[in-house]
């Protein structure tokens, strides 16, 4: 079945990502400072970072997999707004949509969601991945159907 995977990120250089944590009181899922080795690739990071992530659901409505993790981040959206300022960090939501057997999720966010990236100041990019028939899971082998698609805010 299609399945979404997202993740709330904030970029940025020369900072300390446990500063966000701290100052969000947010434990995240994942951290990472420049040069530090990508899980998936191996590859050196070329920024630090800051990541609270979903896990991959099995889905059709990308609005319902978004929802849980802004709802986490969403309280604390002045703290992140001056945290970003003042650290010059980029905060972003990224979705990325494993398309299987044709069944296109709806990929649409409602005025709701929209107002709560544009307080938290995030840009939005989505990926959407075609499996194919025959893919298991949220393999990263298919072609891209879009993307990324980005929107800043």
Do not use: N
Not at 30 to 57: A, F, M, Q
Not at 99 to 107: H, L, R, S
């Amino acid at each position: 079945m299609t399945s979404i995977k997202c993740y709330f990120e904030v970029f940025g250089y020369g900072y300390d990502p446990t500063v966000l944590t701290h100052a969000l009181g947010i434990e995240p899922t994942e951290t990472w400072r420049i040069g530090d080795r990508t899980r998936k690739s191996g590859r050196p990071y070329k920024h630090d970072g800051w990541s609270l992530s979903s896990e991959e659901v099995a889905s059709l409505d990308l609005q319902e997999v978004v929802l849980p993790i802004l709802t986490r981040v969403y309280p604390v959206a002045s703290i992140l707004v001056d945290s970003c300022t003042r650290l010059k960090l980029e905060p972003i939501l990224s979705c990325a949509v494993y398309v299987k057997d044709g069944q296109m999720p709806a990929i649409s966010l409602d005025t709701k969601t929209v107002r709560m990236l544009s307080a938290l100041g995030a840009g939005l990019d989505i990926d959407v991945l075609d499996l194919g028939p025959s893919a298991e899971g949220g393999s990263p082998e298919g072609e891209w159907l879009t993307g990324p698609f980005q929107v800043a805010p």
